[in-house]
Nanobody, 117 residues
Framework: QVQLVESGGGLVQAGGSLRLSCAAS????????MGWYRQAPGKQREFVAR???????YYADSVKGRFTISRDNAKNTVYLQMNSLKPEDTAVYYC???????????WGQGTQVTVSS
């Protein structure tokens, strides 16, 4: 059984920073892509950032230049460093990972990020 557990969310003022972490545990043979999505109240879940097993990174236009995704393969952990936060970044942030030979997708439970103006 595989679990993804996020941490690091919280309340921060506009212009501030937060670092999210997501650790995968359980029966893990391999992890290909790891990423972050977010869902604001009343909106659909949207892509934020993704990092491949080869460390290639992809970002939504709305976060380019402000957010940085990284991963520690030894720890099966992905990070999201969020700088210059804006009120519109307020959302529940979800971790996602493609795990195993079939690249099955798993989701974390989400962590709340609130940016005050």
């Amino acid at each position: 059984q595989v679990q993804l557990v996020e941490s690091g969310g919280g309340l921060v003022q506009a212009g501030g920073s937060l670092r999210l972490s997501c650790a995968a545990s359980g029966s893990i043979f391999s992890i290909t892509n790891m990423g972050w999505y977010r869902q604001a109240p009343g909106k659909q879940r949207e892509f934020v950032a993704r990092i491949s097993s080869g460390a290639s990174t992809y970002y939504a236009d709305s976060v380019k230049g402000r957010f940085t995704i990284s991963r520690d393969n030894a720890k099966n952990t992905v990070y999201l460093q969020m700088n210059s936060l804006k009120p519109e970044d307020t959302a529940v942030y979800y971790c996602n990972a493609d795990i195993g030979v079939l690249n099955q997708g798993y989701w974390g439970q989400g962590t709340q990020v609130t940016v005050s103006s």
